[in-house]
């Protein structure tokens, strides 16, 4: 009785959230194209599956996932954890906080798999392009661009170094493998950036961050505990690039693998017609 | 009826699968590493279950009602040929879905408490919700303007990597003149502006319009307005931390 009580709570929320886009969408739709949208039972009804779906998944993160997640990231932030056995704390080193760069990668990669948007952009990516782009491996891309990201990001926060060196550098990557990538990746490879820190990826990476800066002497929460999303949101334009290009260079591989093996074969080619002119004049000269 | 049942449960299983790596990496985590019991772990299988049903229904009504309104809209507003129109359409949509998120209302109230502890405000709460406020609107023009921008590099055909790298430019630039306080909130709100439903609507929106547009590519030029949507807000508010200090 409880959960029927929170589901519709939850679903009055999105409801509540959703209502501006629904408000703009019929009010161009009626006031400025002044056509009836096409198909508009199915529409309808796919409107209604994304509310009810999204109630689900949100409610299901917050019985779940997340209570789970973020005691996890406390845990592991915790002094007690992470000194064992030493009473003092004179310094700290970032290699103590090995277990918690794992896990910053972990989560990362784990939650971006589960993401709807990436989900919903990868269908798209994948259908547009005709199959070309497999919307699986597009997504186990952006997610270990969303692990290395966090991983990184966490170790920042450990070291206390400024943000923006990190991400500047991620810049000039960026722009340097714009240059050499495939064309046709680019601007979906810009596009995976923004859409992996929604629903899952950010309330947990949040935490995580807040419970690192919250336990290392000389962080403070509130100003390290940001950042952890600019990292996340970064890594995985990289990543995608590199996946395009890492595919393109396989592919030239086996070209040119088949440009030999063809070029053997027309060696052969001529080698047999040598011999039969051979034969020829041998013949004529018999 | 039979066959929908079964596209239904192939699709359930996709879900299950999705969902397994963050499975394994929590009981790993919670047994091997931390080596505690699981709490409450009736809850934790209803809550799974929810998660799984959900998203199986979410990706499902997505490819019902979300991507053919974005596509049929975009053909809609092509056919209409009015550009003034399509881009009141498009800031509308930016400003109207983000200026409601709820993750940045979170993160701006965090910024408001980050802000008013540093000095940047005073201490009342009344500058605090003004200031948050004005976050929250900042971040809404930025994208409002992002997806402008966006569509009109559809109708043009200009190439992406060059607006791009003209906002990483500036994002630098700025980074260097803004008060330091900013720059940590300003880097995330860039992430945290595109909500679920906006995403694959804009998506549908864009790959739409660079198919009914004659001589685009729906792979170059569809793709794109998410990424503009989330590097104007950094722009943005450090401008705003700039104004107000």
């Given at each position: 009785m409880n959960l029927i009580v929170e589901f519709l709570t939850t679903l009055k929320n999105t409801v509540v959230d959703v209502l501006p886009i629904i408000s703009i969408i019929l009010g161009f739709q009626l006031l400025v194209i002044r056509q009836p949208i096409p198909h508009i039972?199915?529409?309808?009804?796919?409107?209604?599956?994304?509310?009810?779906?999204?109630?689900?998944?949100?409610?299901?993160?917050?019985?779940?996932?997340?209570?789970?997640?973020?005691?996890?990231?406390?845990?592991?932030?915790?002094?007690?954890?992470?000194?064992?056995?030493?009473?003092?704390l004179t310094s700290i080193h970032w290699s103590d906080y090995i277990w918690i760069y794992i896990f910053a990668a972990s989560i990362g990669f784990s939650t971006t798999i589960a993401e709807p948007s990436l989900i919903a952009v990868a269908i798209k990516a994948e259908e547009v392009s005709g199959g070309a782009i497999n919307a699986n491996s597009l997504r186990i891309s952006v997610a270990i661009g969303v692990a290395f990201g966090i991983a990184l990001g966490s170790y920042r926060i450990v070291v206390g170094h400024p943000i923006h060196?990190?991400?500047?550098?991620?810049?000039?990557?960026?722009?340097?493998?714009?240059?050499?990538?495939?064309?046709?990746?680019?601007?979906l490879a810009y596009d995976s950036g923004g859409v992996t820190t929604s629903t899952v990826t950010v309330p947990l990476v949040a935490a995580l961050g807040l419970g690192l800066a919250s336990t290392i002497p000389g962080r403070s929460p509130l100003i390290d505990g940001f950042g952890l999303i600019a990292f996340a949101s970064l890594f995985p334009i990289i990543a995608v690039m590199a996946y395009a290009q890492l595919t393109q260079a396989k592919e030239r591989q086996v070209k040119r693998k088949g440009d030999k093996i063809k070029r053997k074969k027309v060696n052969k080619r001529k080698f047999t017609h040598k011999k039969l002119a051979l034969l020829e004049s041998s013949k004529k000269n018999r | 009826m039979n066959q929908q049942f079964f596209v239904f449960l192939r699709a359930l299983l996709g879900s299950c699968k999705d969902l397994l790596p963050i499975i394994l990496v929590i009981a790993f985590f919670q047994f091997a590493v931390l080596q505690q019991p699981m709490p409450n772990f009736g809850d934790i299988l209803v809550g799974l279950a929810f998660v799984v049903f959900g998203l199986t229904f979410f990706i499902?009504?997505?490819?019902?009602?979300?991507?053919?309104?974005?596509?049929?809209?975009?053909?809609a507003f092509a056919k209409k040929g009015s550009i003034s129109w399509l881009l009141t359409f498009a800031f509308c949509l930016g400003f109207g879905?983000?200026?409601?998120?709820?993750?940045?209302?979170?993160?701006?109230?965090?910024?408001?408490?980050?802000?008013?502890?540093?000095?940047?405000?005073?201490?009342?709460?009344?500058?605090?919700?003004?200031?948050?406020?004005?976050?929250?609107?900042?971040?809404?023009?930025?994208?409002?303007?992002?997806?402008?921008?966006?569509?009109?590099?559809?109708?043009?055909?200009?190439?992406?990597?060059y607006i791009i790298l003209g906002g990483y430019i500036l994002v630098v630039l700025m980074t260097m003149i803004a008060p330091s306080w900013i720059i940590g909130i300003a880097y995330d709100s860039g992430g945290v502006t595109t909500s679920t439903i906006t995403v694959p609507l804009v998506t549908a929106l864009g790959v739409g319009l660079a198919s009914a547009i004659k001589g685009r590519n729906p792979m170059i030029d569809g793709f794109g307005l998410i990424a503009f949507a989330s590097l104007t807000p950094i722009i943005f508010v450090m401008i705003y931390g700039m104004v107000l200090s």
């Amino acid at each position: 009785m409880n959960l029927i009580v929170e589901f519709l709570t939850t679903l009055k929320n999105t409801v509540v959230d959703v209502l501006p886009i629904i408000s703009i969408i019929l009010g161009f739709q009626l006031l400025v194209i002044r056509q009836p949208i096409p198909h508009i039972k199915q529409v309808g009804f796919g409107f209604i599956y994304v509310l009810i779906g999204l109630a689900l998944f949100l409610l299901g993160l917050e019985k779940a996932l997340f209570p789970l997640g973020k005691m996890m990231a406390v845990q592991l932030t915790a002094p007690e954890f992470i000194h064992a056995g030493e009473h003092i704390l004179t310094s700290i080193h970032w290699s103590d906080y090995i277990w918690i760069y794992i896990f910053a990668a972990s989560i990362g990669f784990s939650t971006t798999i589960a993401e709807p948007s990436l989900i919903a952009v990868a269908i798209k990516a994948e259908e547009v392009s005709g199959g070309a782009i497999n919307a699986n491996s597009l997504r186990i891309s952006v997610a270990i661009g969303v692990a290395f990201g966090i991983a990184l990001g966490s170790y920042r926060i450990v070291v206390g170094h400024p943000i923006h060196y990190y991400i500047i550098s991620g810049y000039v990557v960026v722009v340097i493998q714009t240059f050499f990538c495939p064309k046709l990746i680019v601007p979906l490879a810009y596009d995976s950036g923004g859409v992996t820190t929604s629903t899952v990826t950010v309330p947990l990476v949040a935490a995580l961050g807040l419970g690192l800066a919250s336990t290392i002497p000389g962080r403070s929460p509130l100003i390290d505990g940001f950042g952890l999303i600019a990292f996340a949101s970064l890594f995985p334009i990289i990543a995608v690039m590199a996946y395009a290009q890492l595919t393109q260079a396989k592919e030239r591989q086996v070209k040119r693998k088949g440009d030999k093996i063809k070029r053997k074969k027309v060696n052969k080619r001529k080698f047999t017609h040598k011999k039969l002119a051979l034969l020829e004049s041998s013949k004529k000269n018999r | 009826m039979n066959q929908q049942f079964f596209v239904f449960l192939r699709a359930l299983l996709g879900s299950c699968k999705d969902l397994l790596p963050i499975i394994l990496v929590i009981a790993f985590f919670q047994f091997a590493v931390l080596q505690q019991p699981m709490p409450n772990f009736g809850d934790i299988l209803v809550g799974l279950a929810f998660v799984v049903f959900g998203l199986t229904f979410f990706i499902y009504g997505l490819e019902m009602g979300l991507f053919p309104i974005g596509e049929s809209m975009a053909q809609a507003f092509a056919k209409k040929g009015s550009i003034s129109w399509l881009l009141t359409f498009a800031f509308c949509l930016g400003f109207g879905t983000t200026v409601a998120e709820p993750s940045l209302i979170a993160v701006a109230k965090e910024a408001a408490n980050v802000a008013a502890s540093g000095g940047i405000i005073s201490d009342t709460l009344e500058s605090q919700l003004s200031y948050a406020n004005g976050l929250r609107f900042t971040v809404a023009f930025a994208v409002g303007l992002a997806i402008v921008i966006g569509v009109l590099r559809i109708i043009r055909g200009w190439p992406i990597q060059y607006i791009i790298l003209g906002g990483y430019i500036l994002v630098v630039l700025m980074t260097m003149i803004a008060p330091s306080w900013i720059i940590g909130i300003a880097y995330d709100s860039g992430g945290v502006t595109t909500s679920t439903i906006t995403v694959p609507l804009v998506t549908a929106l864009g790959v739409g319009l660079a198919s009914a547009i004659k001589g685009r590519n729906p792979m170059i030029d569809g793709f794109g307005l998410i990424a503009f949507a989330s590097l104007t807000p950094i722009i943005f508010v450090m401008i705003y931390g700039m104004v107000l200090s």
